[in-house]
């Protein structure tokens, strides 16, 4: 009524159109938009002919418009408060240069569209649709059942005339069902979406997309009950919950966001393939050149199933804290038992009447004296906290055996001495030590005496500097992780685009802000056993400080030179580790990898570090060499991940310092620091090859270090040749495969050597090892899953994705942190452990590789 009424003001008189704009309130507002679609659509004073018609559904109606009439279909359809069904409005109409409005006006909304319609893709490229099919908003209604009516106004500016095909029908399975598949077809002009309804007792829900057609691209969207609904191409991303999707999406929708209790889930293919990684159209020769966009049909299925509940939450965090809670309980059983065992070892000492004097090795009975070496036998089974626990036996037997006493005048300075500020550089100020330590060093066979000559109390504070700097770093390094981290989940919080953050949406469990707290919760291990190493390592310190105190001849003399600042770095560090990585997992993309990387690079590098220091504490690296090499490992794996995507000149440049560094480092291993890096190293390369190579073909002096440095320079040069061949996009992985390929060669090479020396693995050590290897089988078996990339666009990450496999909360990606986090302990074990044989051994007979 309202706009025939608008119509007869307007031509009341033949004047021209009656000034209708000045009718207050709605009618003038109506009037206004039926000038514009209608009245206004031919040359001022031109009369245009405006025809109603009762429309009914699933009838297909075939007209034709011009710019001289405008047809008015009418439906009505009843409206139940319990059920809702959704109203399909399709259209087909020829391409042509002036296109038809449809204008669909509804009680509460109004949609409008042309046909044929032009969406825009990347760089503003055209392209035309002649079919649309439009959903209407479904506004709730408060009454039982209710009538409602609604219009389909049709008009076009085209002086000829343009067929048309318009069919409304109603939409089966508008509302759908829990754990129900429902099948459709969408394109980019023909979006669906469908009302889902939350059931008693089901607060979080997932809503799972799939199709077996990885193109077209599509986006899936979760909405509020409102009108009107977002559901093209260029706008579904104003409101709501989206994401790109080839063949798989998923959305975790939880109760509390959704006030009326219901959203709609709108599936949108797009345009263009770029967003997911699809083909890059030719750009257009002219700006209006219209495109055509083929055949975008896409056959989807959608089904919302039930979430976990709270009850499966409190499960998974039980079990993670269970898990290494138990290691806390293992270790304790574990310091128990030896300290029993070494309480009975210290009555037998106490009360040798059962014994021969030979059997006691006591001076004042036995006509042999007892050697030290006899009590390594005494370490054979030893555990965790084996060489503080034999330190403290052979320490209490120290009276009775009285070539192991040593006088306050033989140590030289007292425990509170030692504690003063001691610099480096004193132990350089005798006068020999320049002269010496080269003679020394040249030696074919080199103990560990021979590289422990600087004083204790020096070494012991440059180590301890490994510790304080590494927590500097933490903290330092920690807090704008942080405070990025969060910023991220805001803003994935905010603008609902879950492209932003990789994760496996098909496992992520919400809480609170959080977005996937299981993949948080996972890395949990990391702190807890972190924590726990740093316990075992103090434990021993206190140990062997005691012992000092006590001036045992085992402490002072015999074993590898303990020195605990490393090992309190490497806890240090995986307690960062689980840190970071929870902090990267809070919003997992290509821009923040370098977060759960950082701590691993450090890692690798303390431990070889610590495998080197144990033979060679005097020429170990100084912390702040140590941690400047590590600071350009970590600039370099920024750098790759910003620039080294298929850039030849940054793979060129890095496979180059790659090389040098490994030549210096071998120099450095081989000589043992006996080589300067100044203008006349080239000279004295030269001068080396033609004296032993050419001049007398001599062979290395030292075999087997140039066995070890020739196989890391095989394999750093064969690292090398394929970063520059392949150029992976996760280079920040690749560099970390380059430092743990050396550490495990330093780590083989070692036990090798360890065994050729004579020397063997205690049984708790050599349990540990291969504990540690199995663990880290597994580990990797979980990590090679694959569950997302960012090395791919977020669509075809999700591809990937996989359902929880463990307690219906965790999946393969946690239980690689779980299974790491374990054998990242079991291999500090390993190091803490495996020269316990050699704490009664002394130092003289130690050889050094």
Same mark, same amino acid.
């Given at each position: 009524?309202?706009?025939?009424?608008?119509?007869?003001?307007?031509? %009341?008189?033949?004047?021209?159109?009656?000034?209708?704009?000045?009718?207050?309130?709605?009618?003038?507002?109506?009037?206004?938009?039926?000038?514009?679609?209608?009245?206004?659509?031919?040359?001022?004073? !031109?009369?245009?002919?405006?025809?109603?018609?009762?429309?009914?559904?699933?009838?297909?109606?075939?007209?034709?418009?011009?710019?001289?009439?405008?047809?008015i279909y009418a439906f009505n359809h009843t409206v139940s408060r319990n059920k809702t069904e959704g109203?399909?409005?399709?259209?087909?109409?020829?391409? /042509?240069?002036?296109?038809?409005?449809?204008?669909?006006?509804?009680?509460?909304?109004?949609?409008?569209?042309?046909?044929?319609?032009?969406?825009?893709?990347?760089?503003? =490229?055209?392209?035309?649709?002649?079919?649309?099919?439009?959903?209407?908003?479904?506004?709730?209604?408060?009454?039982?059942?209710? *009538?409602?009516?609604?219009?389909?106004?049709?008009?076009?500016? +085209?002086?000829?005339?343009?067929?048309?095909?318009?069919?409304?029908?109603?939409?089966?399975?508008?509302?759908?069902?829990?754990? $129900? %598949?429902?099948?459709?077809?969408?394109?980019?002009?023909?979006?669906?979406?469908?009302?889902?309804?939350?059931?008693?007792?089901?607060?979080?829900?997932?809503? %799972?997309?799939?199709?077996?057609?990885?193109?077209?691209? +599509?986006?899936?969207? @979760?909405?509020?009950?409102?009108?009107?609904?977002?559901?093209?191409?260029?706008?579904?991303?104003?409101?709501?919950?989206?994401?790109?999707?080839?063949? $798989?999406?998923?959305?975790?929708?939880?109760?509390?966001?959704?006030?009326?209790?219901?959203?709609?889930?709108?599936?949108?293919?797009?345009?263009?393939?770029?967003?997911?990684?699809?083909?890059?159209?030719?750009?257009?020769?002219?700006?209006?050149?219209?495109?055509?966009?083929?055949?975008? /049909?896409?056959?989807?299925?959608?089904?919302?199933?039930?979430?976990?509940?709270?009850?499966?939450?409190?499960?998974?965090?039980?079990?993670?804290?269970?898990?290494?809670?138990?290691?806390?309980?293992?270790?304790?059983?574990?310091?128990?038992?030896?300290?029993? =065992?070494?309480? %009975? $070892?210290?009555?037998?000492?106490?009360?040798?009447?059962?014994?021969?004097?030979?059997? *006691?090795?006591?001076?004042?009975?036995?006509?042999?004296?007892?050697?030290?070496?006899?009590?390594?036998?005494?370490?054979?089974?030893?555990?965790?906290?084996?060489?503080?626990?034999?330190?403290?036996?052979?320490?209490?037997?120290?009276?009775?055996?009285?070539?192991?006493?040593?006088?306050?005048?033989?140590?030289?300075?007292?425990?509170?001495?030692?504690?003063? /500020?001691?610099?480096?550089?004193?132990?350089?100020?005798?006068?020999?030590?320049?002269?010496?330590?080269?003679?020394?060093?040249?030696?074919?066979?080199?103990?560990?005496?021979?590289?422990?000559?600087?004083?204790?109390?020096?070494?012991?504070? $440059?180590?301890?500097?490994?510790?304080?700097?590494?927590?500097?770093?933490?903290?330092?390094?920690?807090?704008?992780?942080?405070?990025?981290?969060?910023?991220?989940?805001?803003?994935?919080?905010?603008?609902?685009?879950?492209?932003?953050?990789?994760?496996?949406?098909?496992?992520?469990?919400?809480?609170?802000?959080?977005?996937?707290?299981?993949?948080?919760?996972?890395?949990?291990?990391y702190v807890l056993l972190g924590l726990l190493f740093l316990l075992i390592v103090l434990k021993r310190?206190?140990?062997?400080?005691?012992?000092?105190?006590?001036?045992?001849?085992?402490?002072?003399?015999?074993?590898?030179?303990?020195?605990?600042?490393?090992?309190?770095?490497?806890?240090?560090?995986?307690?960062?580790?689980?840190?970071?990585?929870?902090?990267?997992?809070?919003?997992?993309?290509?821009?923040?990898?370098?977060?759960?990387?950082?701590? #691993?690079? #450090? @890692?690798?590098?303390?431990?070889?570090?610590?495998?080197?220091?144990?033979?060679?504490?005097?020429?170990?690296?100084?912390?702040?060499?140590?941690?400047?090499?590590?600071?350009?490992?970590?600039?370099? /794996?920024?750098?790759?991940?910003?620039?080294?995507?298929?850039?030849?000149?940054?793979?060129?440049?890095?496979?180059?310092?790659?090389?040098?560094?490994? &030549?210096?480092? +071998?120099?450095?291993?081989?000589?043992?620091?006996?080589?300067?890096?100044?203008?006349?190293?080239?000279?004295?390369?030269?001068?080396?090859?033609?004296?032993?190579?050419?001049?007398?073909?001599?062979?290395?002096?030292?075999?087997?270090?140039?066995?070890?440095?020739?196989?890391?320079?095989?394999?750093?040069?064969?690292?090398?040749?394929?970063?520059?061949? !392949?150029?992976?996009?996760?280079?920040?992985?690749?560099?970390?495969?380059?430092?743990?390929?050396?550490?495990? &060669?330093?780590?083989?090479?070692?036990?090798?050597?360890?065994? =050729?020396?004579? !020397?063997?693995?205690?049984?708790?050590?050599?349990?540990?090892?291969?504990? *540690?290897?199995?663990?880290w089988g597994f580990a990797l078996y979980f990590f090679f899953q694959g569950l997302s990339t960012w090395?791919?666009?977020?669509?075809?990450?999700?591809?990937?994705?996989?359902?929880?496999?463990?307690?219906?909360?965790?999946?393969?990606?946690?239980?690689?942190?779980?299974?790491?986090?374990?054998?990242?302990?079991?291999?500090?074990?390993?190091?803490?452990?495996?020269?316990?044989?050699?704490?009664?051994?002394?130092?003289?007979?130690?050889?050094?590789?």
């Amino acid at each position: 009524m309202v706009l025939r009424s608008c119509w007869k003001s307007r031509h %009341k008189n033949s004047g021209g159109p009656a000034p209708c704009w000045i009718r207050p309130g709605l009618v003038a507002v109506l009037c206004l938009c039926v000038i514009q679609i209608g009245c206004g659509s031919g040359a001022v004073g !031109e009369t245009k002919n405006v025809v109603q018609k009762d429309a009914e559904f699933d009838v297909t109606y075939n007209d034709t418009v011009t710019s001289e009439n405008q047809t008015i279909y009418a439906f009505n359809h009843t409206v139940s408060r319990n059920k809702t069904e959704g109203v399909r409005v399709s259209v087909l109409s020829q391409l /042509s240069e002036s296109p038809i409005l449809f204008v669909v006006r509804q009680k509460q909304a109004v949609l409008s569209f042309q046909v044929p319609l032009i969406l825009r893709g990347l760089y503003q =490229r055209k392209y035309p649709y002649n079919h649309v099919a439009r959903t209407l908003c479904q506004p709730p209604t408060r009454a039982a059942s209710e *009538t409602q009516y609604f219009f389909v106004d049709v008009s076009t500016l +085209s002086t000829q005339g343009t067929n048309y095909q318009l069919r409304v029908s109603r939409v089966e399975s508008f509302t759908l069902q829990t754990n $129900k %598949k429902f099948t459709f077809t969408a394109s980019p002009s023909q979006p669906q979406y469908f009302k889902y309804v939350f059931p008693d007792g089901v607060d979080t829900v997932i809503v %799972k997309v799939n199709s077996d057609m990885n193109f077209p691209c +599509s986006v899936m969207s @979760i909405q509020d009950i409102q009108c009107p609904v977002y559901d093209l191409d260029n706008n579904v991303a104003f409101i709501g919950m989206y994401q790109t999707m080839t063949k $798989k999406g998923a959305i975790t929708v939880q109760r509390k966001d959704f006030p009326s209790n219901s959203f709609y889930v709108v599936v949108v293919v797009k345009t263009e393939d770029e967003a997911c990684g699809g083909p890059l159209r030719f750009y257009p020769l002219r700006p209006d050149e219209l495109i055509d966009a083929g055949n975008r /049909s896409k056959v989807l299925d959608v089904m919302v199933s039930p979430a976990i509940n709270s009850e499966v939450y409190v499960m998974g965090m039980l079990f993670c804290l269970g898990i290494f809670l138990s290691f806390y309980l293992l270790t304790l059983l574990v310091a128990c038992l030896e300290n029993k =065992r070494m309480s %009975k $070892k210290r009555e037998l000492f106490q009360n040798p009447a059962d014994m021969s004097p030979a059997e *006691t090795g006591n001076p004042a009975t036995s006509k042999t004296p007892a050697s030290p070496y006899e009590y390594g036998s005494f370490a054979d089974n030893g555990s965790t906290l084996s060489s503080e626990a034999i330190t403290d036996s052979a320490t209490s037997t120290d009276n009775n055996y009285g070539y192991m006493e040593r006088s306050l005048d033989s140590v030289g300075r007292s425990r509170q001495e030692s504690l003063s /500020s001691v610099e480096e550089d004193d132990y350089d100020t005798l006068d020999d030590i320049d002269s010496d330590k080269n003679i020394v060093r040249t030696k074919k066979y080199l103990c560990v005496s021979d590289l422990a000559r600087k004083d204790k109390r020096v070494l012991s504070k $440059k180590y301890q500097i490994y510790f304080w700097n590494i927590a500097t770093i933490a903290v330092f390094y920690a807090l704008p992780v942080i405070q990025l981290v969060i910023t991220y989940q805001t803003v994935v919080n905010v603008t609902g685009n879950q492209d932003i953050c990789y994760y496996n949406f098909l496992c992520a469990h919400p809480l609170g802000a959080l977005s996937a707290f299981n993949n948080i919760l996972s890395n949990l291990g990391y702190v807890l056993l972190g924590l726990l190493f740093l316990l075992i390592v103090l434990k021993r310190d206190i140990v062997h400080n005691r012992a000092l105190v006590r001036n045992s001849l085992n402490a002072l003399e015999c074993g590898i030179p303990k020195h605990f600042g490393l090992f309190y770095a490497m806890g240090t560090a995986l307690m960062m580790e689980g840190l970071l990585s929870a902090c990267y997992h809070v919003c997992p993309n290509y821009t923040n990898f370098q977060f759960d990387t950082s701590f #691993m690079y #450090m @890692i690798a590098g303390l431990c070889m570090l610590k495998l080197y220091q144990k033979r060679h504490p005097d020429i170990n690296a100084s912390a702040y060499t140590a941690y400047a090499c590590l600071a350009m490992v970590i600039f370099f /794996s920024v750098l790759g991940v910003v620039f080294g995507k298929g850039n030849a000149a940054f793979w060129i440049v890095f496979s180059v310092i790659h090389i040098l560094a490994t &030549l210096l480092l +071998s120099i450095q291993l081989y000589y043992m620091g006996r080589w300067r890096l100044d203008s006349g190293i080239l000279r004295r390369m030269v001068y080396i090859v033609y004296t032993d190579c050419i001049r007398q073909c001599s062979g290395p002096m030292y075999i087997d270090r140039m066995v070890l440095l020739v196989m890391g320079n095989i394999v750093n040069w064969s690292l090398a040749a394929y970063g520059l061949i !392949e150029r992976p996009n996760d280079f920040a992985s690749y560099l970390l495969a380059i430092a743990i390929c050396n550490l495990l &060669l330093y780590f083989a090479f070692y036990i090798i050597m360890k065994l =050729r020396s004579g !020397e063997r693995i205690q049984c708790l050590a050599l349990v540990y090892i291969l504990f *540690t290897a199995v663990v880290w089988g597994f580990a990797l078996y979980f990590f090679f899953q694959g569950l997302s990339t960012w090395q791919k666009t977020p669509a075809e990450s999700r591809e990937h994705n996989r359902d929880c496999i463990l307690l219906s909360f965790f999946d393969d990606h946690d239980i690689w942190h779980f299974l790491s986090s374990i054998a990242m302990f079991g291999s500090f074990l390993v190091l803490l452990t495996m020269d316990d044989d050699l704490d009664t051994v002394q130092r003289d007979k130690i050889y050094v590789f």
